[in-house]
Every structure is written in C-alpha cells, then in structure tokens.
C-alpha cells in the first residue's frame, strides 16, 4: 500500500495525548484572556455607562464647581488636574531620565547603584498616601507652600520619580550594545554616543514609561489629599495657588460633600477621568509614533 | 550583477597566459621544421635551449591553478576550466619537449645520408603538427566543439606518414641502419605531437560537456 | 622559502621581528598579551599588516581573533576589567601608549561588526553620523560625502532614491554595506571587520568579499572570519589562531601569505584545522 506509514500504536496514542493537551491549553489560556478583558470592559463599561451623560453635559463639563447647590461643573477640576500633569512631568522626565542615564551608561555595576535602585525599586511600593503626608510635612509645612498645584505636583513627583528611574534605565539598557559600539568605533564620545544614539533609540520606552506616569498622576488622590485642595471653585492661576484635580475631588464628593448631586457629579468625574486619561495616552502615542517615524527609527 | 569578479578575472588571466604559451610551443613546432628541412643544427642547439620558456610557463600557470583551486574553490564550468587548463599546460609542454627530442635526435644525423623523400616526408609531418598544434589552440580558445572532435581524423595523416617510414625502410635498405632508427624516431615524435593535440581537443570536449575523457 | 602576494620571495617572516618594520606595516602587533579579569586570553600575539592589503585571522571559535581585532582600536577598552599587554604600533606609533587619541585612532581605523547594526534613523543619518561627530555641519558637504561613500560601499545605486527611509528596512546584506559606508565617511586609513558576513546569505556574502578586494586598492583592512573559504579568497595574509587546551589563552599558530598557509601550511596544526581535521 502506498502512503501508508506504519506508526506504533502507542506512539500514536501518544501523539493523540499532546494533541489533545495542546487543545486544552489553548482553550484555558484563551479563556484567562478573555476574564480580564471581561473586567476590564465591565469597569470602563460600568463607568461610561453611568457617567456618559453626565460628560456630554455642557453645563457640566464647563461649568463652574458648587459647594452646596445642585448643578456644579467641573471644568476647574479638569484644568488643575491637566496642570498639575504638566507641571508634574516637567519636574520629573529631567531628573529621572537624568538620573537613568547616569544609572545606564555611567554608574556601572558597583555596591552603591545596587543600593540605589534597591532603594527605589523599595520607594516605588510605598503607599501613596505615606508620600501625601511627607509631601504635607515638607512642601505644606515645612516650606510654607500651604496646600497648593506646586506641593501636589512636587508630592507626585517624588511618588513617580522611582519608576520613571526604573523604566527609563530600562529602555537605556535594552539599546542594544551594537549601537554603542557602532558609534564609538566611528570615534564618537561617551556623551556623543549617549546623545545622538543611544537616548533616541530609548525614547520610545521612555515614552511608554511616561504614558504610564501620566495615568498615574491623573488618578492619584491619595497623595494629594493632604498638599492640594480638595475643592475650589477655581482652577489655579499660579503655580503656587490652589486648584482641585478630579481624582482627589471625586473621593471628596463622595464622602464629603453636601451637593444634592453628589452622586451624579461623582460619575461624571469618573467617566470624564477615564476619558482624559485615554485621550492623553492616544496623544503621548501618536508623538512617540510621529518621533520614530521621522528618525527612521522603524522600516 | 556579476559577483566574484576578482576570481574570473583571474582565471582570465591564467587562460591568457595558457595562449600565449600556446603561441609559443606553435612557433617551436615549426622552427623544429624548418631546422629539420633546412638540417640547421644552430636552430637546433637554439630551440633545446628555449625549451627554458616554455618549462617556465607550464610552472605559472599550474601554479597559479593550483592556487586558484585552493583557495577559490571552484565549481562547475570554472573548476572544469581550471583542471583543463592545467592539463593543456603539460601537453604543450610535452609537445615542446617531443621538439627538443627532434632536435636532439638530429645531432648525430649526417646530412647526405638523408634522401628526399624522408626530408619531404618530414617536412609533410612538420606542417601537419604545426596545423594540429594551431587548431588544438584555437578550438580551446573558441570553445569549438565541432574543432575539437575533428583534431583525431586530422591526426590520422601524420600517423599515415610515421607508418610509411616503417615500410620504406624494410623494403629499400638504402639507408644504414642507424640513420633509418634516427629517422623514425623523429618522426615518432611528430607523431606524438599529434597525439598530444588529439588530447587537447578531448580535454577541450570536456570542458565544454563535462562528459569525455579529462 | 615563502613568497608575499606579488610572487616575490621573501624570507620566511618570523614571528617576533624585536623592531616593527614602518612604511610598508600599517599595524604592527608586537608580545600582545589581552587579560579579561584574571583570565589570559592572548597571549604572544605578533601580526605585521601590510598596507592596502586584506589580512584575515581565522580559527576555532573563542580562539581570541576578535579580542586582537578589538584591540586595533582600542573597542576593548569598553569591556571591564579588558586589560592589555605588549604593544599595537599604527604606523609607529604605540597605540596603547601614554596619552593616545583614542578618538583619533578610532578615527583611522573603523570597525564593521559581525551583525550588521545599522542605527535606528534615516539611511543618511547612518552615513553621516560620523562626519556630524566631527562637526560637518554643511549641508552640501554632508550629502556629498554620503553619495561617495555608499557609491565607493556599492550602496549608492540600490538607496539613491530612498535616502530619507530608515535603515532598518534595508536588507541584511545591504545594512552591512550601510555599515561600511559609514565607516567610509569618516575617511579611515584601515578598516577591521569583525565576521561581517557571518549573518549574510551567500549572495549578499560574495558581494561583500567583491566590495573588500576593491576597497583594498585604498584602505588597509584586516577581516576575522569563521568561514576558512572566505579567508581563502579574500586575503592576501592569514593568521591562524589556535587555542591548545581549553582555559589556554589564544596564540598565532601560523602567520604568512594566504597561498602558503592554504596550499602548503608550515604548522601542521593549521593543516589539520583548514583541512577540516579539527576545529
């Protein structure tokens, strides 16, 4: 008979065994899948569900705060929080990424870069709210800046800034060796190298360390319970004057406040946080994208 | 798109060497005619010297083969090339060789004792090598294949003429016999001259086939 | 009795000479001992590599030819705890001695790695890094000395149009063509290519080995390949490296004229390795 191989019966049977484990697997790990997207989808679902209406509000989403009247607005809420990102992430990218660099490319291998990124892979787990009241002894007290953008900004600053370290010297060390190499056999210096190579082909792992960043400061409210205010009719008009951000307000208007409406401006908030942050991400990505494909970073 | 142009730029030149040495060991086939017709023992002493020449080329271009084949490795129609060339070098060595053996035959000789139908038939052999010689060349310089194959039919008349000595001698007994062994050794090695060039041409066929004797 | 590349007989070259011969030497290595921590891998290492030649070290792997190679430029001065012994002279001149431009010798003598590692920008931005590096800042200037060097890396005509694309695109054999061509724009006397072929296929292979025998006619080049054929055809010199017991450090077994070490090698370890004996 042609085309017939002779198999052993058990290494068929064998082979019958892997094929179905093989199925099984498939099957499992796809369902795994699917549950966290399922979660996913039900909180953001459940939030827009909820919150949709309220957002496409005008009165609501340019409207000015109410401390005791049904019918505030939020849009001071939006623009702290919107500056307070800003403000945040011009504190913290320099010093970070700075710090990385030197992590990366200079400090080398040696006791005391042990320790620090010891420390701040440590400092990344502390809870948020212990960073509110340092930030409350030191910028509030201490410095004298009384709860205000520049004592939260800096405050989330200081709880950001370990994994901003810890991502960027990441994404400097998975440049690959070759680019280096490269630019130091071509009689390029260390910082000719770092500068012109080895930064810019990071830049999109820094950049996804920043998009991250940016989500965690919008939903920060533990750390700036104590060195923002909680609710003000006013976004800030310095740096160094109060404004609410809308994750800190929206614990406040659940627990605190006396608004008729406390439930509904609650749910805005909520569904109008979710939005910024997505909308904040798709415009980190889209420059991330724009950057690399004007360097010629992707074929 | 032509890749590995140092290396066929090489074998060039090792085929432009085989030629020239081609043009050579024709030339010596027919100054060992004419030296022979015109019993110059001068010519004579002149071309076993020059033999050197040729020697000489033979070592160049089995060297540089052999080198080429060492290290460039190659395949197909160049390796084919490279080992034919090789082997045209001996054979237009040999050939040259067989001309020395004429001229060294010739010292000996006395020239009244050889009649003029053995100078003729000499001097018929002569310009037949000469022809076979050329068209051995040619039809490797040309990749005639048609050339190639016709070598062994045109051999045939200088093997008719060594055949003739045989019996010229046995039947007149003119000739003493030391001239008559001279005589037909000589024209043993045109002969051999010949042959030499039917092998070319075989080689030639295997070149261009890849079947055949190589 | 050895014979150089021409067919000129030359005394057989030893392999230590006390005093490096300048003027036809573009590098000479003389007693170079290379040290990774407490660990010798060189030892003993003696090269002369002659000027608008191609020399080509081969050998097992982990013999130590791209340590030697990375010392011609000093790349080894990056690994830690790379230390090096003895002397690497560039046209007389002790690399290795007190005070020495790195940039400069870096400068002279570039580096093409084994997998091509183009960087992630524009085809011209690779071209031009270096000439940027050491303050071209003309624009007119920079586009001719990227025309010249990927028409003289036989890159031009298959990028001419595409200049601005990234270099990522290109293919294997045509990155590492780039890499060259980058080297090229920093105008260096000697090139050093460290496995340039070994992630290329065949074709893209022969085309680079064609590109080398014409960059030869300018440049000084030394070549580490695993590939003994391509040392073979390539090269005017060979240095055979060997290591001879495992945790040994690696030594020149046999050094001269490419047709001698392929067609009658002196050592008969090199014999043995090139005839696929062992190794």
């Known amino acids: ?299 | 798109m032509e890749l590995r142009r140092g290396f066929h730029e090489q074998v060039d030149e090792l085929n432009a060497e085989l030629l020239r040495m081609g043009s050579v060991v024709v030339e010596t086939i027919e100054r060992t005619r004419q030296a022979f017709v015109r019993f110059d023992k001068d010519l004579c002493r002149q071309i076993v010297e020059d033999d050197d020449i040729v020697d000489d080329y033979r070592k160049r271009v089995e060297e540089t083969g052999f080198e080429l084949i060492a290290r460039q490795a190659p395949v197909a129609v160049d390796l084919r090339k490279l080992i034919v060339i090789m082997r045209l070098a001996q054979h237009l060595e040999r050939m040259a060789d067989l001309c020395v053996n004429v001229c060294k035959s010739m010292e000996s000789l006395d020239e009244q004792r050889i009649s003029d139908w053995i100078r003729e038939s000499i001097n018929d052999m002569g310009v037949k090598a000469v022809q076979l010689a050329e068209q051995a060349i040619t039809c490797y310089r040309t990749a005639d294949l048609a050339m190639a194959d016709d070598l062994e039919d045109q051999d045939d008349a200088i093997d008719r003429v060594n055949r003739r000595f045989f019996r010229e001698f046995k039947s007149t007994g003119e000739e003493d016999i030391e001239t008559a062994i001279r005589i037909v050794m000589i024209s043993r090695f045109f002969e051999r001259i010949g042959d030499n060039a039917v092998d070319v041409g075989e080689h030639v066929r295997f070149m261009l086939t890849g079947s055949g004797t190589l | 009795m050895q014979t150089d590349v021409e067919g000129k007989s030359v005394a057989a070259r030893p392999l230590a000479t006390p005093e490096p011969q300048h003027g036809r030497y573009m590098i000479s290595i003389r007693d170079l001992d290379l040290f990774y921590g407490d660990f010798k891998a060189l030892e003993d290492i003696n090269v002369d590599v002659e000027h608008n030649r191609i020399t080509a070290f081969i050998g097992p792997s982990g013999c130590g030819k791209s340590s030697v190679l990375r010392s011609i430029n000093r790349l080894n001065d990056l690994v830690k705890g790379a230390r090096v012994e003895g002397q690497v002279f560039l046209d007389g001149e002790d690399i290795y001695g007190h005070g020495y431009d790195v940039v400069e010798l870096r400068k002279r003598v570039g580096m093409v790695f084994q997998r091509p590692n183009p960087f992630p920008k524009s085809i011209y931005d690779n071209v031009a890094y270096g000439p940027r590096i050491f303050g071209v800042r003309d624009r007119a200037e920079l586009d001719q000395v990227v025309e010249e060097s990927l028409v003289r890396a036989a890159l031009w005509d298959e990028v001419k149009g595409k200049l601005k694309q990234s270099a990522i695109a290109l293919s294997g054999g045509q990155q590492q063509r780039l890499c060259i061509a980058r080297v090229l724009a920093v105008e260096p006397e000697g090139i050093l290519l460290d496995e340039p072929c070994a992630a290329l296929d065949p074709i893209a292979t022969q085309r680079i080995e064609d590109l080398l025998q014409e960059l030869k006619k300018t440049y000084t080049i030394v070549i580490v390949t695993h590939n003994m054929q391509q040392a073979a055809r390539l090269s005017d010199y060979t240095a055979f490296f060997m290591i001879e017991n495992q945790g040994d450090p690696g030594r020149i077994v046999e050094f001269g004229p490419t047709n001698t070490i392929f067609t009658t090698p002196e050592d008969e370890r090199t014999e043995r390795y090139i005839t696929g004996r062992f190794g």
């Open chain 1, 1 to 299: 008979m042609m085309g017939e191989m002779h198999v052993p019966a058990r290494s068929r049977a064998r082979k019958t065994t892997a094929k179905t484990a093989d199925t099984v697997a498939t099957v499992v790990l796809w369902a795994l899948a699917l549950v966290c997207l399922a979660v996913l989808g039900s909180i953001i679902g459940y939030i827009l569900v909820k919150g949709l209406a309220v957002v496409f509000d005008p009165k609501f989403i340019l409207g000015k705060p109410q401390a005791i009247n049904a019918g505030g607005g939020i849009l001071p809420f939006l623009l702290s929080s919107i500056y307070l990102t800003l403000l945040t992430m011009v504190i913290i990218m320099p010093i970070g990424v700075g710090a990385a660099i030197y992590m990366a490319e200079f400090a080398g291998e040696s006791r005391i870069t042990r320790l620090v990124r010891f420390g701040a892979d440590s400092l990344a787990t502390v809870p948020s709210i212990v960073f509110g009241l340092f930030g409350l002894a030191l910028f509030v007290v201490a410095f004298g800046m009384g709860p205000c953008l520049m004592a939260g900004a800096l405050t989330l600053a200081l709880l950001n800034l370990p994994a901003v370290m810890r991502t960027s010297e990441e994404a400097l060390r998975a440049v690959p060796a070759s680019y280096r190499e490269a630019s130091l056999g071509l009689g390029a210096s260390r910082w000719q190298t770092i500068r012109k190579v080895v930064l810019p082909s990071a830049v999109p792992g820094i950049t996804t360390g920043g998009i991250l960043t940016i989500g965690r400061i919008l939903g920060e409210s533990a750390a700036l319970v104590f060195t923002m205010p909680l609710f003000a009719t006013k976004a800030p008009t310095s740096l160094f004057s109060g404004g609410a951000a809308i994750a800190p307000n929206l614990w406040y208007t659940l627990t605190e406040a006396i608004t008729p409406d406390a439930q509904r401006i609650a749910q805005g908030e909520a569904a109008a946080l979710v939005i910024l942050i997505l909308a904040l991400n798709l415009v980190a990505r889209f420059l991330a994208h724009r950057y690399q494909a004007r360097q010629g970073m992707v074929g």
